[in-house]
């Protein structure tokens, strides 16, 4: 079975700061990788997805991801955040045993501050 | 094009009664999938349909949930009778293949 770490349940930050919010999988196979976003009061969006190729992975807003499968990790990255990120950020898998289901992560809830 | 709807967005029921969620996909997306948060926890699946029929069924917590997708179209989750536990937010997804999911806004579902 398919899991996935996200390594850190809350991210306070300053605005113009870098970021990073760190996600871990476990899977014997191959697998695609995913992080959505939930904005307040909304529904889970994709911010990127990694499916095959490039390692780097550039995604909406200017957030992109590394896949580094010697780690087996698919941090999220943006090198300066706006108050308008605040948000919390799921990573997910999918592929290998679990078929087409997603297996997520915990969330990475993200505080942009003044 | 619409997105994913689901209704209500949230809903408030006491333990022991019967409440019916429902999700309307993108138009010709034959997969629909139902996940669930719990108590900030993470999202779990529940179920897959391809078209009308379950592909996979696995993640249904127990015998009081039950789910139907009428002609390969919307969907239903049913909760009978509704726990505490139940509680959270229900998730409804859809894809045109296996790739990638939209997803809806959720029903938040708290059972008192």
């Known amino acids: 079975a398919q899991s996935v770490t996200q390594l850190d349940s809350q991210v306070p930050v300053f605005e113009e700061a870098p970021v990073e919010l760190r996600c871990n999988y476990s899977?014997?196979?191959?697998?695609?990788l995913f992080w959505y976003v939930q904005y307040p009061n909304q529904g889970l969006q994709l911010l990127l997805k990694?499916?095959?190729?490039?390692?780097l992975v550039k995604g909406i807003n200017g957030f992109e991801a590394e896949f580094n499968k010697s780690q087996t990790s698919f941090h999220l990255r943006k090198p300066s955040v706006h108050i308008s990120d605040t948000a919390e950020y799921f990573c997910?898998?999918?592929?290998?045993?679990?078929?087409?289901?997603?297996?997520f992560g915990e969330g990475t809830q993200l505080t942009v501050n003044p | 094009e619409a997105g994913v709807t689901q209704f209500p967005s949230h809903s408030v029921i006491e333990k022991g009664q019967t409440v019916t969620l429902r999700c309307d996909p993108i138009s010709g997306h034959d997969n629909l999938y139902w996940y669930r948060r719990v108590m900030g926890k993470e999202i779990k699946f529940l179920l897959h349909?391809?078209?009308?029929?379950?592909?996979?069924e696995s993640g249904m917590p127990n015998n009081r949930f039950l789910a139907e997708r009428t002609g390969g179209t919307y969907s239903t989750l049913k909760v009978q009778p509704a726990e505490l536990e139940d509680s959270g937010v229900y998730f409804c997804a859809s894809s045109p293949g296996t790739l990638q999911a939209f997803f809806g806004q959720g029903t938040r579902l708290t059972v008192v």
């Open positions: 899977s014997s196979v191959s697998v695609y």
């Open positions: 990694y499916l095959s190729g490039s390692t």
């Open positions: 349909f391809v078209k009308e029929s379950k592909q996979d």
């Open positions: 997910a898998v999918r592929g290998g045993t679990s078929g087409s289901r997603l297996t």
